[in-house]
C-alpha cells in the first residue's frame, strides 16, 4: 500500500475574512464564509470546497473506472448537495449529509447495470469519501444515464 502526502497553501488577503487558497502554482480561489459570498464574485466557502472535493473525488474515479472498462464517457456533469445543520443549544454546525446527482452520457449500447456497478465502485473506493466513514455525514449517490 503506497502512501502520499498533499499540501495545499492558504493566505489571510487584504479583506478581512477573504482568504486565498492556492489550488496551483497560478491560481488561488478566494474563500470567504457563506453570508459574505455573494459580495465576492468567483468566490467560494470552504463549504463548497468540501462539497466539490467529495464531487470530484467520486467523478474522477468513476471517470477512470468507465476507461477501464472499456465504456466510453461522453459527457457527465454533477451536482452536490450538502445537508448542513446548526444546533441550537450548542451552535456546532455540520453537514449530515452529502448526495452526489451524477448524469452522464455514454454510446447507444453501453450496458447501464456495468455502468451503476463502476459507479458504486467509484463512491466506495474515493479517498475523501471514506474520510466520512463512521462520521455523522452520509454520502448518498444517483446516477442517470443518458444514451447518444
Known sequence: MGSATFKERLRKSNTPKIHGVSLSESNMVAVCPPPMVGDHPGATTPHGLFLAS?????????????????IELLDLESEIIGDYETDEDTGRSQFTAITIKTKITVPEGSNEKRIHKLFDTAKDNCPIGNCLVGSC???MTDLEVVYK
Open 54 to 70: 467529495v464531487g470530484g473525488c467520486v467523478n474522477l474515479i468513476f471517470e477512470i473506472a468507465l476507461e477501464k472498462g472499456h
Open 137 to 139: 455525514v452520509k454520502l
